[in-house]
């Protein structure tokens, strides 16, 4: 008996015939229920999105508000075989670097004279191509300055398509990362990179030929206004000819920015502005 007792306070529970209560409300409390919530939730999407409308009004489409980013840029070899930046091959075996020059070959194709020509401006050198806005009027997009792919001479592959591969004489090109408003030079001096050996390799390293002439990034490519206000802009490049580097050895290099008013290294990251690879150059001969 008890238990038909606790089934029908369950069903009367459920729906009370005699009160006409569901679930222990009457229709016009359950109403008021809703009605509540249905006011409670518009008013919170009403404030999310008054929230987000005042938020979006202090943001610009073209520059972050807020950057994150390391002052100083990072440095980016080409080609890059692997996380673990090794360029490894055998002269006589074609197998083993043909990538890279072929790697080397797209990376440059939008480097091109006539490419260049059609989207970009030639600017003055040694001088930042600075393009202020008129007070409220955004200069957008904005231009940007010529890097021609002829500027990296032999290591342009449009004579050499092995870019020096074949020969033992391979190339390297670097770029830096791109940080907007940088200005990296300081009383008119461009930044420029260098190479060289770890200490335990400093004799087989050999000579290096720079191009643009000594390594330099030209202050024309700055500042960068960001990748939305400055369309086509081009990364200034360098390429590194290493000449007479030893064979079948091993060969630790690093490759660093050099500017009065970049610092090398951080606390965040040691390796800003520079960049380590081994190079590896088997020959039988």
Known sequence: MAKDGEKGEWK???????????????????????????????????????????????????????????????????????ETFEIIYDIEKTETWDMYPEALH???????????????????????????????????????????????????????????????????IIKLNRVIGMLPGKNGLAPYVTCGAKKEDSEKIGELMYFPPNGTFNLMYYPYYGKKAQVNYSQPLVAIKFLNITQNEDVNIECKINAENIPIGSERDKFAGRVSFKLRINNKN
Not at 38 to 43: C, S
Not at 44 to 49: E, I, R, V, Y
Not at 67 to 75: A, E, I, K, N, Y
Request: aromatic share 14%; proline share 5%.
């Open 106 to 172: 797209k990376f440059l194709e939008p480097y091109n004279d006539s490419v260049q020509a059609q989207k970009n401006d030639e600017c003055v050198s040694d001088r930042y191509f600075k393009q202020e806005d008129s007070e409220e009027v955004k200069n957008n997009p904005k231009r940007s300055c010529q890097f021609n792919r002829t500027m990296l001479e032999e290591c342009s592959g449009l004579h050499d398509v092995s870019y020096g591969y074949q020969e033992g004489k391979p190339c390297i």
């Open 12 to 82: 009367e529970f459920i729906w009370n015939p005699r009160t006409r209560e569901f679930l222990g409300r009457t229709g016009s409390s359950w109403g008021l229920i809703l009605l509540f919530y249905l006011v409670f939730y518009i008013f919170l999407a009403g404030l999310f999105a008054l929230t987000m409308y005042v938020m979006l009004q202090t943001l610009d489409d073209h520059k972050p508000t807020w950057q994150d980013r390391l002052s100083t840029p990072g440095m980016v070899i080409r080609p890059k075989a692997d």
